[in-house]
């Protein structure tokens, strides 16, 4: 008896319960936390709405094919990200372990963010919120000296939350608040994570979509604000020049190939869930034109509240200086305004010049306050939390922030767990008797025991060397070798027939032009650039140090030796694993007298490789 063709063997590997799962999913790696503190920043400092134009350009020819091509891989091969690669050519081997390495890396460190957001989350329930006030010094005759200094919102960020060290070689303490949130953050990864994707793919409806519903809030709350158009239009308000500036474009650059998460493994992993006949090249469109508009609908709520904050401090400013006139002039109250205070100021400033200037009047410009960029955990947990404070309700715009920034974050470590999980369970390594729950259980276990060095006073400058090393340069690396494995080791023509069979139609020109030329091209360039940069300059980091003599501004300091050996090590670990597993399977066909040659002989298509699955034997 003939079994049906269209009968699939089951091959024992879980699948997604629909579409929409698998897109959420893909949608909830790619949009993070960089979406709405990373991309509305780099608006801000590269000409408002200019820098949108390097950047979609940077998302046709480099964010779009890298991600289409790594859909289709997993797809294709229906392997993590270490046998995919190992499949293609096990010279290539490396570039999957490199990818399980950054996702490594990186997990340590951004799930410890997630910890900061709920230090915060919790904080947020106390009537005042504990990040608008001072608290009073040790005699209780004052207020603490530091907080007075700089503002009870950095004092509750540097001192009552990360306990911060003067310099990166105080390691300080371990902060047991700190260590309690990061077990919590763990174990609801691990809850998540359990299974793979059979449970994160149920969380992701939360974690994907919540985001979306609090920045809509956000918005509709941000654009009733005073201060919210002149926030607007700051933001996008175009200055051409800036484009002849080589900075703008390396920045457009790398922001859209990190915010796409490319070469995590994530991805791979995720679409190896597929369906071998399953339309990638459509998902990676809509996944990288999602990822895009989110950074752009972030962007609007986010410089709607900035743009509240800077008019806010404007008005402070202008009303502290208002009373130091009315009582230096004794001048009847009210008859100074914030409408007519340039007319006064001008007219005192001709009559009685000399007084006016004994006032020592600050200068109040609204420019200067929307000048005030920045972008990370800055504008987070010090700029968003200050403009809060000032909304009515502060409350509970406080627990809605907070909650969305976990959400965005929580997504986004589904996917870095996944770039290790699944690679794990596929490996020979890893015995195929050990059940996914224990696996997993020992990944987050031992990612917490690691992590928790980021819980010290020094962890904060611990994390930005992480993020500035482990998760940068060895991303550029291992997607060059992604795009040179595909376009020249297993080659375009073979690709696209693969293609042909799991979409239905060949690749067409564009995406063998990107894939040949231009995206290699661009990330060589891209990566040259960085290095370029980064070599220039003495790697260093900013420094809160109450006895610095400018306190409150960070002091700048340069990495100690052993620190920047550790910068170098963190970004070339992952990528020697490349040239190394090619170097020993080289030897290993060598050694049995075989040709070494780039590509191994017994080359498939990716319709022989499924044909097992796909057509099984008749009986």
């Given amino acids: 008896m003939d079994v049906p063709p269209e009968v699939p063997k089951e091959d024992g590997r879980p699948k997604w319960d629909n579409k929409f799962q698998y897109i959420l999913s893909c949608i909830g790696f790619a949009v993070g936390l960089g979406n709405v503190w990373r991309f509305p920043y780099l608006c801000q400092i590269h000409g408002g709405g200019t820098f949108l134009i390097p950047y979609f350009i940077a998302l046709i020819f480099e964010g779009i094919p890298l991600l289409h091509l790594e859909l289709a891989l997993g797809q294709c091969l229906r392997k993590g990200s270490i046998n995919a690669w190992h499949t293609i050519s096990p010279y290539l081997g490396g570039v999957g372990v490199a990818s399980l390495m950054v996702s490594i890396l990186v997990s340590l460190y951004y799930n410890t963010i997630l910890t900061w957001v709920m230090w915060y989350f919790i904080n947020s329930f106390q009537e005042p919120l504990p990040w608008s006030i001072c608290p009073l010094n040790e005699n209780r005759t004052g207020l603490n000296e530091e907080c007075y200094e700089s503002t009870a919102v950095n004092y509750f960020w540097y001192r009552k939350t990360l306990n911060i060290t003067p310099d990166v ?82 920045d457009a650059a790398t922001q859209i190939f990190f915010s796409l998460s490319l070469a995590f493994g994530g991805l791979i992993a995720f679409s190896s869930y597929n369906p071998s006949k399953n339309d990638c090249e459509k998902d990676a469109v809509t996944v990288a034109i999602v990822n895009s508009i989110t950074s752009l609908y972030a962007s609007i709520p986010v410089f709607s509240v900035l743009g509240f904050k800077a008019l806010t401090g404007y008005w402070d400013c202008l009303d502290r200086n208002i009373i130091s006139v009315i009582n230096e002039y004794d001048l009847p109250e009210q008859s100074i305004t914030r409408q007519n205070y340039t007319d006064w100021i001008t007219f005192l400033n001709s009559s009685k010049p000399e007084k006016l200037a004994g006032l020592k009047l600050k200068s109040c410009d609204l420019q200067e306050f929307l000048d005030q960029s920045v972008s990370g955990s800055g504008l987070a947990f010090i700029v968003f939390t200050q403009a809060i404070i000032l909304m009515p309700g502060s409350q509970a715009w406080a627990i809605l922030f907070f909650v969305m920034l976990f959400s965005l974050g929580l997504s986004s470590m589904f996917g870095n767990i996944e770039g290790v999980f699944t690679p794990l369970l596929e490996v020979k390594v890893i015995s195929k008797s050990i059940p996914k729950e224990l696996l997993s259980g020992i990944i987050c276990l031992a990612s917490f025991l690691f992590a928790l060095c980021f819980t010290l006073g020094s962890g904060s400058y611990w994390i930005d060397i992480f993020d500035s090393y482990a998760g940068s340069l060895p991303l550029l690396v291992i997607a060059f070798f992604e795009v040179i494995g595909v376009a020249y080791v297993y080659k375009i023509k073979r690709f696209s027939k693969d293609m042909k069979w799991m979409t239905g139609r060949k690749l ?11 995206s290699p091209l661009l990330l060589l360039i891209v990566f040259v650039a960085f290095v370029t940069l980064q070599i220039q300059k003495k790697p260093t980091y900013a420094a809160w140090n109450p006895k610095y003599e400018h306190f409150p501004v960070k002091e700048q300091k340069v990495y100690p030796p052993w620190v920047q050996a550790i910068c170098v090590l963190l970004a070339a670990l992952p990528c020697i694993f490349i040239p190394l597993v090619a170097l020993i399977h080289l030897i290993k066909r060598m050694r049995r007298s075989k040709d070494p040659s780039l590509v191994p002989p017994e080359i498939f298509s990716c319709q022989e490789f499924n044909s097992n699955f796909s057509h099984p034997p008749q009986k």
């Fill in 508 to 518: 067409n020109l564009y995406w063998q032009i990107t894939w040949k030329f231009i």
């Fill in 169 to 250: 070689t105080d390691s300080g303490t371990l902060q047991w608040w700190l260590i309690l949130c990061l077990a919590a953050c763990w174990a609801i990864v691990y809850l998540c994570t359990i299974r793979g994707i059979e449970t994160t793919g149920k969380a992701i409806y939360v974690t994907a979509i919540f985001p979306y519903l609090v920045l809509t809030i956000f918005l509709i709350h941000g654009l009733s604000l005073p201060g919210a158009t002149e926030g607007l239009v700051y933001l996008f308000t175009p200055n051409l020049n800036i484009l002849q500036n080589p900075r703008v474009w390396l």
